[in-house]
């Protein structure tokens, strides 16, 4: 039995060494060499003056937004660094608000920060920079090769960023992008998502598995994640906030968070604000995803059924009067049929998010 036991331990250590990845020169993250975030490209952020570093609403507006927005708007979802490196070592140093942590999200969402790098035309990810407290260093990658790559990097979802430094090796480059991939310009505006937790990333494993950041990548084109958790209910200031953006887009995600009678009460005032400041731009109406839960919970069935044919009844209502910029998705398939695509019955799994996203592409397509 003891030497049986100490088989087994020699064996864990030998599959651990060879597993164990190469670590560069710089063995230790603290000796290389850290960029402000800010002097690279930054993405996804709407506002030239957001309420606070790596915020998602306008200064100018803050007087008229509820408190949980203003609390929320905080959050860094959607935000990302655009940068280019040809260092084999690149981490992440960042400082969260709130060290915010929920008992059905992984922190590496919730606070977490990953890397993609563009391979050809399409992202691929590479790695995750783990938070460990509010303060946190983490590598992204060890042991890359030293070719210069154009890399993305998606912050927190749920909570927000008050700094954060890119690291490289001491003798490696950093600097901005040139491919204009998910960066804004004028001939590629970016989309917006305006909706619930689920457009905010709940309960995505890490920031890059949200889907307004799947289908930037899908797309190639700068997206602005206006989620708000449990407060998507079409505020006013809400519709100011977004005819302050030019974009190329607007996806209109609300429902879990309103019912038949608020979608009457709201709705039509809201898309109308917004389509007369906006004319020939693209509108998306996206109906309640079908949950799993209702195929045995016909009263919340019931409801919700309602409220997607009041929403459809607007969406018609628009299409009489000559808006034909306005497309409109069924919640049916939306993430598949199977009841496996979320974490509790509502928030989305990456699964979830994958399947939400190849359902909406379409859509979104030129």
Not at 70 to 97: E, K, M, Q, T
Not at 104 to 128: A, E, F, Q, S, V
Not at 308 to 332: A, P, Q
Request: glycine share 8%; with cysteine; hydrophobic share 40%.
């Amino acid at each position: 039995m003891k030497i049986s036991s100490r088989v087994s331990c020699l064996l864990a250590v030998t599959l651990f060494a060879l597993v164990k990845p190469v670590v560069s020169n710089a063995t230790e993250l603290k000796d290389l060499k850290y960029t402000d975030a800010r002097s690279l490209q930054i993405t996804g952020m709407a506002y030239d003056t957001p309420l606070a570093e790596y915020s998602r609403l306008p200064e100018q507006l803050r007087g008229e937004f509820r408190e949980s927005l203003l609390s929320l708007g905080v959050n860094s979802a959607g935000i990302a660094v655009r940068f280019r490196s040809d260092s084999p070592v690149i981490a992440a140093s960042w400082r969260v608000r709130n060290n915010f942590s929920m008992n059905h999200m992984p922190d590496t969402g919730i606070r977490g920060l990953d890397l993609y790098t563009l391979d050809g035309d399409k992202w691929k990810y590479i790695g995750t920079a783990k938070p460990v407290a509010k303060e946190s260093m983490s590598a992204f990658i060890r042991n890359g090769d030293s070719v210069m790559r154009e890399y993305i990097a998606y912050l927190p979802l749920y909570d927000g960023v008050e700094s954060l430094e890119i690291g490289v090796e001491p003798d490696a480059f950093l600097g901005k992008p040139i491919n204009p991939a998910l960066i804004f310009s004028t001939e590629r505006k970016p989309v917006i998502f305006y909706g619930t937790s689920i457009t905010q990333g709940g309960c995505a494993s890490r920031p890059g598995m949200a889907y307004p950041a799947i289908l930037g990548r899908m797309l190639n084109r700068e997206t602005i994640n206006l989620g708000f958790s449990g407060n998507a209910r079409m505020d006013k200031a809400i519709a100011k906030a977004i005819n302050m953006v030019d974009f190329h887009t607007l996806v209109l995600d609300c429902l879990p968070n309103m019912n038949a009678q608020m979608v009457r009460d709201s709705a039509e005032y809201f898309i109308r604000t917004i389509l007369s400041a906006n004319p020939g731009k693209n509108f998306i109406m996206v109906e309640n995803p079908r949950f799993p839960h209702l195929f045995i919970d016909s009263k919340n069935a019931a409801e919700i059924k309602e409220e997607n044919e009041v929403w459809r009844s607007l969406y018609e209502k628009f299409r009489k009067e000559g808006y034909r910029n306005i497309k409109y998705v069924r919640g049916e398939g939306l993430i598949g049929d199977d009841n496996e695509a979320t974490v509790d019955g509502v928030h989305l799994t990456d699964l979830g998010f994958q399947r939400f996203s190849e359902s909406l592409v379409k859509f979104l397509r030129d």
